[in-house]
């Protein structure tokens, strides 16, 4: 009996380096398949930006996948229902996919896993948008890494990553072509149409991944160790949301990067390519800590920071929310992010800071502002960075290192051309400053002393 496979796609929506839908076209028929079951990933489900992309995405997938000669079938969850179905419709044999490390996820998919088995089904899943696996990387005394150093100089320990597979040039469909909902039936666009700058700055899709990391290897790779940090120059990848949504795999950025400073291990690469290839590390690690401590998406992973005594501040949280703080780094952030779905990783931190320290308002306020409106939204990545601002997660900044916003901004936008760009401070209507930064520092430290006592 021929073999016919499910490929179910996630997040990973792209031809190249796909290690589920390599292994499915090499087996006989493939049958693409996208479920949208955005309830099933409670309490974190898609937000907002993070739906506009993939809906973009989704579409490119979907003409890549026809002109291979298998079309993406799409349908609504719940999942395993809608596999089911789908297996009965095509007589398939297997069913593939490629992992993800969410809390709510893993729990969904090994259930998934288990039933589909149990009808008789051959079920595999891949590990295609990691370098290595979270399971597979532990201290000496076999524990999960909470320090960042050890875990990249453990990385370069071992065997560089696996060289990319170029994917699939044809694909052999199913004898039965299954219905299918359209990507717009998904309702994924939004009702109001607030994503004209989205569109203008971002191309979603495998083809605008390669070809942004190609202008990122060419034009800015060299240099990434310094301009990394200036939100006024054009100095990043940009490849974050790329990287989360699978339409790029992280081999083939790693491998590429290797290449493009003369082929070298990672291990003896040097410059600004070892500095990038460490913010590649950061995203394994940030998968590591999500994988070991799924609770630290909505609890702190240092327990006594439970006790820390966050204000309810709703006036200055949405003062934040909508760049109306009076700092114009902050406000500049805050509007680039509304504006694009995307911001500037040093004014990341700036605002986060802010917002923790400034305000005192909760570092989860902060991250599901950022789930909402980040086009890269990612749970691990989001759940790492806001408890570093915070001081309260693994390899964590101190709470009690405050940046200054005004010092920062004299850093690393001198000219205040990033400001400029967003905000217009000269403006009748810009705010006074929300708080006095020196006055709200002192706050900050003197709340920092109920972590510290005693129960």
């Excluded at 898609?46 to 000669?69: C, F, I, V, Y």
């Excluded at 590990?127 to 532990?138: I, K």
Aim: hydrophobic share 45%.
């Amino acid at each position: 009996m021929p073999a016919t496979t499910l490929v179910w796609f996630r997040h990973d929506l792209r031809i190249d380096d796909n290690p589920a839908l390599i292994a499915a076209a090499a087996r006989g028929a493939v049958v693409p398949v996208f479920i949208w079951a955005p309830d099933e990933e409670q309490p974190w489900p898609p937000g907002a930006a993070s739906r506009w992309w993939l809906h973009q995405s989704l579409d490119k997938l979907a003409a890549a996948l026809e002109n291979l000669g298998a079309p993406l079938v799409i349908r609504h969850g719940p999942t395993q229902a809608a596999l089911e179905s789908l297996v009965t419709e095509t007589a398939a044999t297997h069913v593939a996919w490629n992992r993800r490390y969410e809390p709510a996820v893993i729990a969904r998919d090994t259930v998934i896993k288990k039933k589909l088995s149990s009808a008789g089904l051959d079920v595999e899943s891949f590990n295609g948008s990691l370098l290595f696996e979270p399971m597979h990387v532990a201290t000496k005394e076999g524990k999960p890494y909470q320090v960042f150093t050890p875990f990249w100089r453990a990385l370069l320990g071992r065997d560089e990553p696996a060289p990319p597979v170029a994917g699939p040039k044809k694909l052999t469909a199913a004898a039965a072509r299954p219905k299918s909902l359209t990507v717009t039936d998904l309702g994924l666009r939004p009702t109001i149409d607030w994503a004209g700058t989205m569109r203008t700055t971002w191309t979603p899709g495998e083809a605008g991944a390669a070809k942004r990391l190609a202008s990122f290897l060419t034009d800015r790779l060299g240099g990434y160790g310094t301009e990394r940090d200036r939100p006024d120059h054009d100095g990043t990848s940009s490849l974050s949301a790329h990287l989360h949504f699978g339409e790029v795999s992280p081999r083939r950025v790693w491998h590429a990067v290797r290449e493009a400073t003369g082929g070298a291990p990672a291990a003896k690469i040097t410059g600004s390519p070892e500095v990038y290839l460490r913010e590649l590390g950061w995203r394994e690690f940030a998968n590591h800590l999500l994988y070991h401590f799924p609770h630290t998406t909505d609890t702190p992973l240092r327990a006594d920071y439970a006790r820390f005594p966050w204000a309810d501040d709703p006036v200055g949280l949405r003062a934040w929310q909508r760049g109306r703080t009076g700092f114009p780094i902050v406000d500049a952030g805050m509007r680039q992010l509304w504006a694009t779905g995307w911001m500037h990783n040093r004014v990341r931190m700036i605002v986060a800071s802010f917002l923790v320290k400034d305000l005192r308002v909760s570092w989860l306020d902060g991250a599901k502002w950022f789930w909402d409106t980040l086009v890269d939204a990612d749970l691990a990545a989001n759940t790492l960075g806001w408890q570093w601002a915070a001081g309260c997660g693994a390899d964590a900044a101190p709470y009690f290192r405050i940046f200054n916003p005004t010092s920062q901004a004299a850093k690393f936008d001198p000219d205040a051309a990033y400001v400029r760009a967003w905000v217009d401070v000269t403006a009748a209507d810009y705010p006074e400053p929300i708080v006095d930064h020196a006055q709200a520092r002192l706050r900050a430290l003197e709340a920092l002393k109920a972590v510290s006592k005693p129960r």
